[in-house]
C-alpha cells in the first residue's frame, strides 16, 4: 500500500521557520521525482519544490526561491521541505507529491498545515 505521510507543519510567526517532512512506504522511492505542492484558500495547487531521483537536481518556484530548502533521503525513503524566513503569504496546505515522471504513476499525501501569524 503507497503511503506518504507528511508532518512538521504547525502556527509559526512570520520570519520564523519550519521543517516539513514526508515520510513514503509502498513504492520505489528512487525511481520518482519527490515534489512539494501547496495549495492556500480559494488558490489553485502550485508546486514549491522538485528534487530529483539522486537528489541533485533541485528546483524551486520564484516565491520561495532562496527560503525554501528541498532534499531527499533515499536510505530512509523521506523528502523534507525546510522553510525559512516565512512570510504570511506561505501559508497554505503543502502536500507530498511523488511522480514517476513522463506522465506516469503520482502519488499524493494528505497534506500538512501550514499558517504564517503577521
Known amino acids: 500500500q503507497v503511503q506518504l505521510v507528511e508532518s512538521g507543519g504547525g502556527l509559526v510567526e512570520s520570519g520564523g521557520s519550519l521543517r516539513l517532512s514526508c515520510e513514503t512506504s509502498g513504492f520505489v522511492f528512487t525511481n520518482y521525482i519527490m515534489k512539494w505542492y501547496r495549495q492556500a484558500p480559494g488558490k489553485e495547487r502550485e508546486l514549491v519544490a522538485s528534487v530529483g531521483r539522486v537528489g541533485r537536481d533541485r528546483r524551486y518556484s520564484n516565491a520561495v526561491q532562496g527560503r525554501f530548502t528541498i532534499s531527499r533521503d533515499n536510505a530512509r525513503d523521506r523528502v523534507t521541505l525546510q522553510m525559512n524566513s516565512l512570510k504570511p503569504e506561505d501559508t497554505a496546505v503543502y502536500y507530498c507529491?511523488?511522480?514517476?515522471?513522463?506522465?506516469?504513476?503520482?502519488?499524493w499525501g494528505q497534506g500538512t498545515q501550514v499558517t504564517v501569524s503577521s
Open positions: 507529491h511523488a511522480d514517476l515522471g513522463t506522465g506516469g504513476v503520482v502519488y
